[in-house]
């Protein structure tokens, strides 16, 4: 039986982990779009200036959206077939963990040596999640073709490599959605 416990601890802990850095993601898209047309991108300067994150965090993000583009055979151009846009959301979030603990040493009531009642705690944590909006515009008619969103737990990162990644696995998590129908990993 302590076999399993063992066992069942690292488990759950790297559950805990992993679930705390995931990205949830969702798609939409025009389903009049002729996806198969875009071969070529521009940024959408308009746009990207409204996103309020700072300018350095708005680099990184294009820099991860270049990768990604390029590793998809999409090509910049400055005579674009598509527009890509950015915006950004954050939110606080507050857990609250109520915790019992169980009985006092002899349960409810009163003994001559001791007070027995429960043991109880709250523990509170606060944490910021982000969403990252990629927009897809048709350059041709300036509408929106394709939208996607990431919704994931950002951490106060003061390591420049760590900060670098996240986003790179922010923008990595979106983009998987585009093109529409493309098969994925």
Same mark, same amino acid.
Request: proline share 3%; with cysteine.
């Given at each position: 039986m302590?076999?399993?416990?063992?066992?069942? =601890?690292? *488990? =759950?802990m790297? %559950?805990?982990?992993?679930?705390c850095?995931?990205?949830? !993601? !969702?798609? #939409?898209? #025009?389903?009049? *779009?002729?996806? +198969?047309s875009?071969?070529?991108?521009?940024?959408?300067?308009?746009?990207? #200036?409204? *996103?309020?994150?700072?300018d350095?965090?708005?680099k990184?993000?294009?820099?991860?959206?270049?990768?990604?583009?390029?590793?998809?055979?999409?090509?910049?151009?400055?005579?674009?077939?598509? /527009?890509?846009?950015i915006?950004?959301?954050?939110?606080?979030?507050?857990?609250?963990? +109520? +915790?019992?603990?169980? $009985?006092?040493?002899?349960? &409810?009531g &009163?003994?001559?040596?001791? &007070? $027995?009642?429960?043991?109880?705690?709250? +523990?509170?944590?606060?944490?910021?999640?982000?969403?990252?909006?990629?927009?897809?515009?048709?350059?041709?008619?300036?509408?929106?073709? &394709?939208?996607?969103?990431?919704?994931?737990? =950002?951490?106060?990162?003061?390591?420049?490599?760590k900060?670098?990644?996240?986003i790179?696995? %922010?923008?990595?998590e979106? /983009?998987?959605?585009?093109?529409?129908?493309?098969?994925?990993?």
């Amino acid at each position: 039986m302590k076999n399993i416990k063992f066992l069942f =601890l690292p *488990a =759950l802990m790297l %559950f805990f982990i992993s679930s705390c850095t995931s990205i949830q !993601v !969702v798609s #939409d898209y #025009d389903k009049e *779009a002729n996806f +198969n047309s875009f071969k070529t991108y521009a940024f959408y300067k308009t746009g990207i #200036d409204k *996103a309020q994150i700072s300018d350095l965090d708005k680099k990184r993000i294009l820099k991860a959206i270049d990768t990604e583009m390029s590793a998809r055979g999409f090509i910049k151009s400055d005579d674009p077939d598509m /527009l890509l846009s950015i915006f950004t959301k954050e939110k606080q979030q507050v857990d609250v963990y +109520n +915790n019992y603990w169980g $009985g006092g040493y002899y349960g &409810w009531g &009163w003994h001559p040596y001791y &007070w $027995g009642g429960p043991w109880t705690g709250n +523990n509170v944590s606060t944490r910021t999640e982000g969403s990252l909006y990629i927009d897809i515009i048709d350059a041709k008619n300036k509408e929106l073709v &394709w939208q996607g969103r990431g919704v994931g737990t =950002l951490h106060n990162i003061r390591n420049m490599e760590k900060k670098e990644q996240r986003i790179k696995e %922010f923008v990595s998590e979106i /983009l998987e959605a585009y093109p529409p129908g493309r098969s994925m990993k």
